[in-house]
């Protein structure tokens, strides 16, 4: 019997959807060794979190409602607290949970195992598989210890679906540490966009370094991604150069996505970035180069001038869409 | 400020699609390729470099010590990091076997307690095993305030605090840490104007990435010192937290590349495979 804890990652007082993939790992892991799972929904806005991750089948759902913007200082506590109930703590690896859970696995002295692509339960025990070396090794890993904090690959997990019935919701009291007045929140600047998110889009179209501007991410690459309704994505290089926000970097160390159909627009297809988008289901890349590398993943390669290329396919997209 | 980077030495980033599994599936091997330091531990060496210079002088503002931990050729990865302008290095002799995420934050909270830096400085994940982990375990084991994947660094109150700017997936958070501190850093630490120290003029304009080591530095480097210990000497619990039970590579992605030359067989091929 393994009992399994999910940190939620709360956002916009509501509940951060990608919560959804941890809470997937944690029903396989409490389906498959006869445990039960629960959450805790921590951070501004917990009980409108709360009330939305009881949707999901688990057992209870808890609320710590901590006020200001994020710093895992704050949070760590409580949950590592809450963690002596369970053997598996869990979140999506998202920046929130790579920056948290470690210090959460430290407190309690747990192993922490990182992006995990996969969990096969045998007799009761856990082993998971987790993309090593850019994706270029798949690691089977267990925990020696009693308990492991764990995270999820968000592009490698379903969403769980809401299981027709309503957990209950406590609150669950806030515990602190004095590091936590060792530094503050200052400010969260984010951009926001209509798009969806790119860990979430069923399509992404990403633009490299051969785009040449920020002017053309925008004249050129954004029709095509809103014809598409997809997410932009961008290179390493891209970013590097300025033309995107980093937030838009898909990689090894950027977002790692893996949609529908993936659009990869004068990228040659570095192995830190092909390590964040090889999972895609369809890949289509437009180059002039067809001997770039990231005709090694692709299942289409347009060789052609992305400024000529992309302007057409833009327009032919748009009419299959309107037909 | 007194900085600790710990630099941990990664089979070559670039070539990492040419590892492989031993025929037993137990181990990972990396013949054939160069042991390069990690990326993001360089980028740390570099951001600790010009938070401790006033750029354009000789001046230094505060010691640099790099650390790394291996087998003791890990020695020639604390050498590069001493060239590029470190000022002394810690050699932790011990296997790659031995080592996790929770046994590397143990060894360097046991360095950190015997060195008493004002700030840890390391890259926010190594490129081998992916972990993303070491430098938030060791802050919380030492109960220190962190700032982890820094873009942008700026010291405050002559060092007493810190401004980071964190590369978050939703943009940037900002936050004002107190020193001692463990801060991890990303990539773009290393952009021409990503580390303030208050000294080096607000306008100056770094050269993008981390600088190559001299001849004159690496020539200085020789004459540097490197403390050698192994980790028994630490007097840490050496346990490892985590097992790999098996290592395979990825499957191959299904079918060939098709290659077109316009548009129209590009619209044709994605319709018949219905996938726009």
């Given amino acids: 019997m393994t009992d399994v804890l999910v940190v939620a990652e709360l956002m916009d007082g509501g509940l951060r959807k990608n919560t959804l993939t941890a809470v997937t790992l944690a029903k396989q892991i409490a389906e498959g060794t006869g445990g039960a799972f629960d959450i805790v929904a921590i951070g501004e806005g917990s009980q409108a979190a709360a009330a939305e991750a009881a949707k999901y089948g688990a057992r209870k759902v808890l609320a710590a409602e901590v006020e200001g913007g994020y710093v895992a200082e704050r949070y760590a506590p409580t949950v590592a607290n809450l963690a002596a109930d369970y053997e598996v703590i869990t979140a999506c690896a998202s920046t929130y949970g790579k920056d948290l859970m470690p210090r959460v696995a430290a407190r309690i002295e747990a192993a922490t195992i990182s992006d995990i692509s996969g969990a096969n339960i045998d007799g009761g025990a856990v082993t998971y598989v987790r993309p090593m070396y850019a994706g270029n090794v798949f690691g089977h890993v267990k925990a020696t210890t009693d308990k492991a904090v764990v995270t999820v690959r968000q592009s490698e997990w379903d969403a769980a679906a809401e299981s027709g019935s309503a957990s209950p919701v406590e609150d669950t009291p806030v515990e602190s540490d004095d590091v936590a007045d060792k530094l503050e929140f200052v400010s969260l600047e984010s951009q926001k966009s209509e798009r969806p998110d790119l860990a979430e889009a069923e399509t992404v179209v990403s633009g490299g370094r051969a785009l040449k501007s920020g002017e053309n991410f925008e004249n050129v690459l954004e029709p095509l991604v809103d014809a598409l309704g997809a997410a932009m994505g961008a290179s390493r290089a891209a970013v590097d150069a300025g033309y995107v926000p980093g937030d838009l970097q898909v990689g090894q160390t950027g977002k790692v996505v893996a949609p529908k159909l993936y659009f990869a627009v004068g990228i040659s297809g570095a192995i830190q970035h092909l390590a964040g988008m090889k999972g895609s289901k369809t890949i289509v890349a437009i180059n002039k180069d067809k001997e770039a590398p990231i005709a090694q993943v692709s299942d289409y390669f347009l060789v052609a001038d992305l400024f000529e290329a992309v302007p057409e396919l833009t327009n032919k997209v748009k009419t299959i869409k309107a037909g | ?276």
């Fill in chain 2, 1 to 276: 400020m007194k900085i600790l980077v710990p630099v941990k030495r990664v089979c070559d980033p670039d070539n990492a699609n040419k590892v492989k599994i031993s025929d037993s599936g137990d181990d990972v091997t990396s013949e054939g390729l160069e042991w390069k330091p990690n990326p993001f531990d360089e980028y740390a060496v570099e951001a600790a470099l010009r938070l401790n210079e006033k750029a354009g002088t000789t001046e230094k503002l505060g010691e640099t010590v790099v650390l790394s931990m291996g087998p003791s050729d890990v020695q020639q990865t604390v050498r590069q990091a001493l060239a590029m302008g470190a000022d002394r290095g810690i050699l932790i002799e011990t296997e790659d076997s031995e080592l996790d995420s929770a046994v590397v934050a143990r060894a360097l909270k046991a360095v950190v307690e015997e060195e008493e830096p004002d700030l840890v400085l390391l890259g926010k994940q190594a490129v081998d095993g992916d972990s993303n982990a070491a430098g938030q375990m060791l802050a919380e084991m030492l109960g220190w305030p962190m700032a982890t994947f820094a873009m942008t660094l700026a010291t405050d109150d002559g060092g007493e605090s810190l401004t980071v700017g964190r590369e978050v997936d939703t943009g940037v958070l900002t936050l004002k840490v107190q020193t001692p501190a463990v801060v991890t850093v990303d990539l773009r630490i290393v952009a021409p104007q990503g580390v303030k120290n208050g000294e080096t003029p607000d306008d100056h304009a770094y050269n993008e990435g981390a600088r190559y080591a001299s001849l004159k530095g690496i020539m200085q480097a020789k004459k540097k010192k490197i403390d050698s210990k192994s980790l028994d000497d630490l007097g840490i619990e050496t346990g490892l937290t985590t097992e790999y039970v098996k290592f395979e590579l990825p499957p191959a992605r299904t079918g060939s590349c098709e290659f077109v030359e316009t548009v129209d067989e590009l619209v044709e091929k994605l319709n018949a495979a219905k996938v726009l």
